[in-house]
């Protein structure tokens, strides 16, 4: 995903903020005037509980299309759409709270409340880019279904934030600390979930690297996913990437032989070839790049024990 992307991104969460001015405006005058009620008033209730679905409804559009078109390959690629629609919107809430307020206004008061907002927009609309691109990936409720979920959980979050249960410095700390949390949880489970749907476990890497080295893959879910990847990337990368692949499984059972075998109390020799497949493993690395090594981590099992074991693997070559 390249800059100019990104200030797409932001630049679209901008015009959604202006829209939703033209939209949420009208709603709570006319509400107003139904009930014969102070604007003021109104307008509290409907930033509550009205404004979170508008706004997240026309935030997620453009996500919506970006997955249903399958413009957005990845988890990390929906994230960072995500975020900066988010980004953008918040930028234009800020200038019209500026405008509204006055600069006589407190300049503490901006910076907090702007950042606030920022990472509240910012956090709701990664939530439901990282959701929708899950379930939607899965073919989990249908076409359509799969962007419910996602939608829901921003609004209920955005709902909570514009309740202001806290001074705004208290709500900023908590967005700036929980908000991370919960994307880097979801993402997490996300990536789970991907793994649980291709079978893809510690107990499949033999299968897997035998798949990969008959040429098997292209019937299974695996070779779906590869396929997936296919559309985002060029073909020598593809090759890398698979070449990746299957040297880190060898690399990766290797490892666990040599536990093994040490836990039984023998001692093991190290492959005189290790360190030529280490390096070749380095040099994929680079071609593939970072947005490639994130594609390819359902396969890749890095978890800290894992990534322990490469590198017991990598001193043993040295020494």
Same mark, same amino acid.
């Given at each position: 995903?390249?800059?100019?992307?990104?200030?797409?991104?932001?630049?679209?969460?901008?015009?959604?903020?202006?829209?939703?001015?033209?939209?949420?405006?009208?709603?709570?005058?006319?509400?107003?005037?139904?009930?014969?009620?102070?604007?003021?008033?109104?307008?509290?209730?409907?930033?509550?509980?009205?404004?979170?679905?508008?706004?997240?409804?026309?935030?997620?559009?453009?996500?919506?299309?970006?997955?249903?078109?399958?413009?957005?390959?990845?988890?990390?690629?929906?994230?960072?759409?995500? &975020?900066?629609?988010?980004?953008? &919107?918040?930028?234009?809430?800020?200038?019209?709270?500026?405008?509204?307020?006055?600069?006589?206004?407190?300049?503490?008061?901006?910076?907090?409340?702007? &950042?606030?907002?920022?990472?509240?927009?910012?956090?709701?609309?990664?939530?439901?880019?990282?959701?929708?691109?899950?379930?939607?990936?899965?073919?989990?409720?249908?076409?359509?279904?799969?962007?419910?979920?996602?939608?829901?959980?921003?609004?209920?979050?955005?709902?909570?934030?514009?309740?202001?249960?806290?001074?705004?410095?208290?709500?900023?700390?908590?967005?700036?600390?929980?908000?991370?949390?919960?994307?880097?949880?979801?993402?997490?489970?996300?990536?789970?979930?991907?793994?649980?749907?291709?079978?893809?476990?510690?107990?499949?890497?033999?299968?897997?690297?035998?798949?990969?080295?008959?040429?098997?893959?292209?019937?299974?879910?695996?070779?779906?996913?590869?396929?997936?990847?296919?559309?985002?990337?060029?073909?020598?990368?593809?090759?890398?990437?698979?070449?990746?692949?299957?040297?880190?499984?060898?690399?990766?059972?290797?490892?666990?032989?040599?536990?093994?075998?040490?836990?039984?109390?023998?001692?093991?020799?190290?492959?005189? /070839?290790?360190? /030529?497949?280490?390096?070749?493993?380095?040099?994929?690395?680079?071609?593939?790049?970072?947005?490639?090594?994130?594609?390819?981590?359902?396969?890749?099992?890095?978890?800290?024990?894992?990534?322990?074991?490469?590198?017991?693997?990598?001193?043993?070559?040295?020494?």
């Amino acid at each position: 995903m390249d800059i100019k992307s990104v200030v797409a991104a932001i630049g679209i969460g901008s015009l959604a903020a202006v829209i939703c001015y033209f939209v949420n405006d009208p709603v709570v005058e006319n509400i107003s005037l139904q009930l014969n009620a102070n604007v003021d008033d109104v307008w509290k209730y409907y930033s509550r509980y009205g404004a979170p679905i508008v706004e997240e409804l026309f935030k997620g559009a453009i996500l919506v299309y970006l997955i249903r078109a399958s413009k957005i390959g990845f988890n990390i690629d929906a994230a960072i759409y995500g &975020f900066g629609i988010g980004a953008g &919107f918040a930028i234009i809430e800020n200038l019209y709270y500026v405008y509204v307020l006055g600069v006589e206004t407190n300049l503490t008061v901006f910076v907090i409340r702007g &950042f606030g907002t920022a990472i509240m927009h910012g956090g709701t609309m990664t939530l439901f880019a990282i959701i929708a691109k899950t379930m939607t990936d899965r073919k989990i409720w249908g076409k359509w279904g799969g962007f419910i979920p996602g939608f829901f959980t921003a609004a209920v979050f955005h709902s909570f934030y514009n309740h202001f249960f806290f001074n705004p410095l208290i709500l900023t700390l908590l967005n700036v600390v929980t908000i991370p949390i919960i994307l880097m949880l979801v993402f997490k489970r996300s990536e789970n979930f991907l793994q649980n749907w291709l079978g893809v476990g510690f107990d499949t890497d033999q299968d897997l690297l035998d798949m990969v080295n008959q040429g098997k893959v292209g019937d299974t879910k695996v070779g779906e996913y590869l396929q997936s990847i296919k559309k985002r990337f060029s073909g020598e990368v593809v090759f890398d990437m698979i070449c990746l692949l299957r040297i880190h499984l060898e690399l990766s059972m290797r490892a666990k032989g040599v536990l093994m075998m040490r836990e039984a109390g023998m001692d093991v020799e190290p492959d005189e /070839d290790l360190k /030529d497949k280490f390096n070749e493993l380095n040099y994929l690395e680079k071609n593939v790049g970072k947005t490639g090594m994130m594609a390819l981590s359902p396969f890749l099992h890095q978890s800290s024990q894992d990534l322990w074991q490469l590198h017991m693997l990598g001193k043993e070559v040295k020494n």
